[in-house]
């Protein structure tokens, strides 16, 4: 993947972000997308080696597209200014945790996962399994390379009181108020580029690993 060039496209896109600076240049586009797949692609098959849950991944399928869907929204510029993708089981039912990463105008690099905004009935079981079971959370915050990558679950969206049902001094109160659970960390890959990307990535996957194994079980447990 050719950072530079990537990040130069997306950056050109962010000035003109509009349909014909995008078909004009189309063909950059085309093979910076090619370039992107083969780098999931190449994700899946690292992943599979330390993270054999990982399931049915289509690298084509697990990118998202550049199209911005605006018709819920004030902005109206038709097009994102990063490549993303997700890696996960896209043919279990519901939102399944997993990988995420993207790469954007400046040439950062946001990688990790978890689960964004899942269904009431998956949060429920998540919070539910979390006052039940606190010391798993406790061992997966413990992990070290969690912890020194990721410093912890993002508190993004927070509830500012405790959910229906759960005391204000529930083990992991912070944690039950959350209404998504993951981890994300920065790098920039133009000023500090790693000697192999995919591998990188890879490794920053691995790191969360103990996460996205307690989020299956939490978010599975007293399922029908």
């Not at 063909?27 to 990982?54: K, S």
């Not at 997993?98 to 978890?114: E, T």
């Not at 960390?185 to 690993?209: M, N, Q």
């Amino acid at each position: 993947m050719h950072v530079q060039a990537l990040a130069e496209f997306l950056s050109g896109l962010e000035q003109n972000n509009n349909r014909p600076y995008f078909v004009w240049h189309k063909p950059a586009y085309d093979v910076l997308r090619e370039e992107f797949e083969a780098l999931v692609a190449e994700l899946v098959a690292r992943v599979r080696e330390f993270d054999p849950d990982l399931g049915a991944v289509d690298a084509k399928k697990a990118m998202f597209r550049i199209y911005r869907d605006t018709r819920f929204s004030k902005d109206k510029t038709p097009y994102k200014t990063h490549f993303s993708a997700a890696l996960r089981d896209r043919a279990k039912k519901g939102l399944e945790p997993g990988y995420y990463f993207h790469i954007d105008r400046h040439g950062v690099l946001l990688a990790g996962g978890g689960i964004y905004n899942p269904d009431p009935a998956a949060l429920a079981r998540i919070r539910r399994h979390i006052a039940r079971h606190p010391a798993s959370l406790t061992r997966v915050l413990g992990e070290a390379r969690f912890a020194k990558v990721y410093g912890g679950l993002s508190q993004e969206d927070a509830l500012s009181r405790p959910p229906k049902g759960f005391a204000a001094d529930s083990p992991h109160i912070d944690a039950i108020k959350l209404r998504h659970y993951f981890a994300m960390v920065e790098v920039d890959i133009l000023k500090r580029p790693p000697k192999h990307l995919a591998g990188a990535i890879a490794g920053y996957f691995r790191d969360l690993l103990p996460l996205l194994r307690w989020l299956r079980r939490a978010s599975a447990a007293e399922r029908p």
